[in-house]
């Protein structure tokens, strides 16, 4: 038995720049870091909870999912960048069209 297709996530989030996606210590080269993806919808429930201070049910309903997924992607989005900070890891932010 197959998981359920993922549901189209709305993410308005203005970081898609080319050469924004890896934030990483200085003076360590990129190639000798160990690299933590970041989804770009995890980046986007943070954005909304935690930046715009939007409660989990407002940002689930501007992202078309539920409040628990909001929730999930705002703790797996927070445990990735605390543990890319705290160990000195390279965060990938996943910027690929997500269908």
Same mark, same amino acid.
């Given at each position: 038995m197959s998981p359920r297709p993922k549901k189209k996530r709305n993410c308005n989030c203005p970081h898609r720049l080319p050469g924004s996606t890896i934030l990483k $210590?200085?003076?360590? $080269?990129?190639?000798? !870091?160990k690299k933590i993806v970041l989804e770009l919808d995890e980046l986007e429930a943070m954005r909304l909870c935690d930046g715009e201070g939007l409660s989990q049910e407002a940002a689930g309903s501007l992202m078309s999912v539920s409040r628990g997924t *909001?929730?999930? !992607? *705002?703790?797996?989005?927070?445990?990735?960048? +605390?543990?890319?900070? +705290? /160990?000195?890891?390279? !965060?990938?932010? /996943?910027?690929?069209?997500?269908?």
């Amino acid at each position: 038995m197959s998981p359920r297709p993922k549901k189209k996530r709305n993410c308005n989030c203005p970081h898609r720049l080319p050469g924004s996606t890896i934030l990483k $210590p200085a003076g360590i $080269p990129t190639k000798d !870091l160990k690299k933590i993806v970041l989804e770009l919808d995890e980046l986007e429930a943070m954005r909304l909870c935690d930046g715009e201070g939007l409660s989990q049910e407002a940002a689930g309903s501007l992202m078309s999912v539920s409040r628990g997924t *909001v929730q999930r !992607l *705002v703790t797996s989005g927070r445990k990735k960048t +605390v543990d890319a900070i +705290v /160990n000195c890891h390279a !965060l990938v932010i /996943n910027i690929e069209d997500q269908d």
